[in-house]
């Protein structure tokens, strides 16, 4: 058998499943701990970055149904995207609700990037946008709210 770390170098599926296979039999002192401590906390973060780049889509699509002008009429991706964005940020909260204390630090990282890509979607002028976000996270995720045109 390949030592711990060799193993999770070059075959790390393999790796998953000799880790997963110790913990299970309960032998804690075959485990890779170093490269298993890492790839826990790799599952954490890849939760934020899901939470702040649905958060992202999000507010660019309310965005853009608030300040374009008749633009979501035509269209139902529009609406479509914000239901479904809506729907992954609730499971996502209900698997992880410690999440939920990530919501306004990803809302002031991301709001910035979501008005810049709300502007170069619908190709108004980036001051269309308010600087800050006009909403609440309430707002954000509720699924009655749809700003005001």
């Known amino acids: 058998m390949a030592s711990k770390p060799d193993l999770y170098n070059h075959d790390f599926y393999a ?3 000799q880790q997963a296979a110790l ?16 790839e826990i906390e790799s599952l ?12 992202h889509i999000l507010v660019m699509h309310l965005l ?3 300040y374009q002008p008749e633009g979501h009429v035509d269209s139902h991706s529009w609406e479509d995207t914000v239901w479904h964005q809506r729907t992954q940020l609730t499971l996502l909260l209900e698997e992880s609700p410690s999440l939920r204390r990530e919501l306004p630090g990803r809302l002031a990282r991301h709001y910035p990037l979501a008005r ?9 002028p980036l001051a269309t946008f308010p600087d800050t976000c006009p909403w609440t996270i309430e707002q954000i995720l509720d699924e009655d709210f749809w700003p005001e045109s």
Do not use: I, M
């Not at 899901?50 to 958060?55: D, M, V």
């Not at 810049?116 to 108004?124: K, S």
């Open 15 to 17: 790796w998953t499943q």
């Open 23 to 38: 913990l299970r039999e309960n032998k804690v002192h075959d485990l890779d701990c170093t490269n298993l401590a890492e």
């Open 44 to 55: 954490g973060r890849s939760d934020k970055r899901e939470l702040g780049n649905r958060l």
């Open 64 to 66: 853009k149904w608030r």
């Open 116 to 124: 810049r890509d709300a502007a170069r979607e619908t190709r108004l």
